[in-house]
């Protein structure tokens, strides 16, 4: 990947980035998807990207790999979701956290998410600068 190709994409994306991993009941699984559209809404009015991802391989691909499912303890029971919030850079987002904080909507959904989790899940958040893996392919044959 070119670092043009890379500039390209934090620019679309931006370079700071909340993720978030947590469990979900099968059976409250529309009704989070439901909730999750309201947020990404949200988040599109505050300048925010905002990607949700029901994970539904509980497998490790290859060896030495565990599956994220096993990290959270999921069980038959549960879908594991993990949520990415794309920013520009970091005063975006603590712009846009300061917004969330003041949304009386914002506050009634997360009080709702927080009732369809799987009780006793912690919900594990982290917020990081993104990093775009830049990578520089030889031609065949010439490694």
């Not at 620019?11 to 999750?36: C, T, W």
């Not at 005063?91 to 300061?98: C, K, S």
């Amino acid at each position: 990947m070119s670092s043009a190709n890379v500039t390209e994409i934090e620019q679309r994306i931006g370079s700071e980035i909340s993720h978030f991993i947590y469990r979900v009941p099968k059976k409250n699984h529309d009704a989070m998807v439901a909730l999750n559209r309201q947020f990404s809404e949200t988040m599109r009015k505050y300048g925010a990207i905002h990607l949700i991802f029901q994970l539904n391989n509980t497998e490790a691909s290859m060896e030495g790999i565990t599956n994220i499912a096993k990290t959270v303890l999921a069980n038959q029971d549960d879908e594991v979701w993990m949520e990415l919030i794309f920013y520009r850079d970091r005063m975006h987002r603590n712009e846009v956290e300061a917004k969330l904080r003041n949304d009386e909507k914002m506050e009634r959904l997360f009080k709702q998410s927080a009732a369809l989790i799987t009780q006793g899940t912690s919900l594990s958040w982290e917020s990081s600068v993104a990093s775009v893996f830049r990578f520089q392919i030889s031609e065949p044959g010439l490694c």
